[in-house]
């Protein structure tokens, strides 16, 4: 990484300012050098870290400079060159911050230390900031949840693909948790000290899009007042997550497509060629392979994204996780409530598992935090829970289907009318079909068949029905969840 610091020297005198710059290139480092704290000012965007700072200048001095420096970036180190006379200068610019100072004629060796020094200090605060962005949480897959098989599958391909620096594609359905999947993948791997930078495809505007990822120059366009960094270049050194990936404008494509083969990236009104280290993740809700195939999007740039493919199965794909996911947040959302609620009764607990959940993960999170708010007891009831999922009335559809598939295409069970059947096999077949149409919802079943619940567990009992419909559990009677 040090070949990649990058050291700003400022300093009016052509012989001080050469001197430095060689010096610097020697300890390892890029340097670029400035006769004026104005010019200085308006590159720090590229990214410096640190500043070595001449305090007498004409024009703008360093004191001003510093002020500027203190205001845009208080956390960049800046080092100040003094000269003799200027030494009560050098200790009021420790006061307004300055990192250290350093009299000519300059010691080599003293400014390779300071310079390590600083070095060092702006890392570890960019590090900090980045860890108190992340709201001190550290993200693994041991904090995504789910106990079934096909979560299995995902937690195993994240283990696999963490270290590996290949692009990673994540498909799934929205509320699935996608990104949540390429945070564990960045904190686990090896670019884990380095930025995660998100950024949703579908909400730029098209004509913002080409600025957001990859920057800006002062200038380039009505509003740029000053030079900026793009996404991409933000995410330098860390993951880079194109979350809707599949709304990406045809232009931007074809600009993400080229820079993904020359690993750089040219500003908005730049001519600079930037090199950039970044990981890229893209995750969308749409099948992107149809979208190749409609022309919607680029088939190279689809090869290029789709390296290691992570499917992320809907909720309704893993209702045995539904239990779990509702302790978890219970637990999360107890403090933020202020009530001690610890568990979900059995008929509300029937009742989600039953449900459809078209906004997955995220729709369970939002619905147990609402329940939460209008419970008066210390547990979760029926009651508490949206018309929809108490009254059965969005009963799941079926399967997490791929696009262009229908769940109104399932057959439900079928009777023969080629021969007489006992009625006890008629009421049989009749709760079968009943359970397969509502999958498994039993308050919505009841009111169907127009029999009351009580009787309808009996009937179960009676057909042994647990064993053959798939859509019943053979633990139904212990779903709700405790602590105990």
């Known amino acids: 990484m040090k ?24 300890f390892g480092y890029k340097v670029r050098t400035f006769s004026d704290g104005e010019k200085c000012l308006e590159a720090l965007d590229e990214g410096p870290s640190a500043i070595c700072l001449d305090i007498m200048m004409p024009g703008l001095d360093g004191i001003e400079v510093l ?22 200068l050098a200790v009021k610019s420790m006061k307004l911050g300055a990192y250290d100072y350093i009299r000519k004629p300059i010691d080599r060796s003293r400014l390779e230390t300071s310079l390590k020094k600083a070095v060092e200090k702006y890392a570890m605060a960019k590090k900090i900031t980045r860890l108190q962005k992340e709201l001190g949480h550290t993200y693994s897959f041991h904090n995504i949840i789910g106990k079934t098989a096909v979560m299995d599958k995902v937690f195993n391909q994240i283990e696999k693909v963490a270290n590996n620096n ?92 080229r820079f993904l083969e020359t690993r750089t990236i040219e500003r908005v009104g730049g001519r600079k060629r930037i090199p950039i280290d970044v990981r890229i993740i893209s995750a969308t809700n749409k099948m992107l392979k149809k979208e190749t195939e409609t022309g919607n999007f680029r088939e190279d740039l689809y090869y290029r994204l789709m390296v290691y493919p992570i499917s992320i199965p809907c909720l309704r794909d893993r209702k045995e996780d539904i239990p779990v996911l509702a302790q978890h947040f219970l637990n999360k959302y107890m ?64 399967e997490c289907l791929p696009e262009g598939e229908k769940s109104e295409n399932r057959k439900p069970v079928e009777f023969s009318s080629r021969e007489v059947a006992p009625l006890s096999t008629m009421e049989k077949l009749a709760m079968l079909n009943a359970l397969e149409l509502t999958r498994g919802n039993l308050a919505l079943t009841a009111k169907k068949l127009e029999i009351s619940r009580a009787t309808l567990y009996r009937k179960i009992d009676k057909y042994d029905l647990r064993t053959l419909s798939p859509f019943l559990r053979k633990d139904q009677g212990t779903m709700e969840i405790s602590n105990a």
């Not at 619905?367 to 508490?384: K, Y």
Request: with cysteine; charged share 25%; hydrophobic share 40%.
């Open 67 to 88: 002020k500027h420096i203190q205001i845009i970036e208080n956390q960049l180190p800046v080092i100040m060159v003094t000269a003799k006379d200027s030494l009560e």
């Open 3 to 26: 070949a990649n610091t990058l050291i700003f020297v400022v300093d009016d005198e052509p012989t001080a300012r050469t001197l430095m710059s060689k010096w610097i290139q020697k």
């Open 335 to 398: 403090k933020e409530t202020k009530k001690d609620i610890r568990s979900v009764d059995h008929d509300a607990m029937e009742a989600m598992v039953a449900y459809a959940w078209p906004g997955n993960v995220r729709e369970l999170e939002n619905v147990i935090q609402r329940a939460m708010v209008t419970s008066d007891s210390d547990h979760l009831e029926i009651s508490n829970l949206p018309s929809e999922i108490a009254d059965g009335s969005r009963a799941d559809p079926g």
């Open 166 to 257: 290949i692009n990673v594609f994540i498909q799934g359905d929205s509320g699935t948790g996608k990104e949540l999947v390429a945070r564990a993948i960045h904190y686990q791997g090896s670019r884990q000290e380095g930025p995660f930078e998100a950024v949703n495809c579908g909400a730029i505007p098209e004509n913002l899009q080409e600025s957001e990822f990859f920057g800006h120059q002062k200038g380039a366009f009505t509003g740029a007042v000053r030079s900026q960094a793009g996404k991409i270049e933000v995410a330098n050194g860390g993951t880079l997550f194109l979350d809707e990936v599949g709304d990406m404008s045809p232009s931007l494509q074809v600009k993400l497509l």
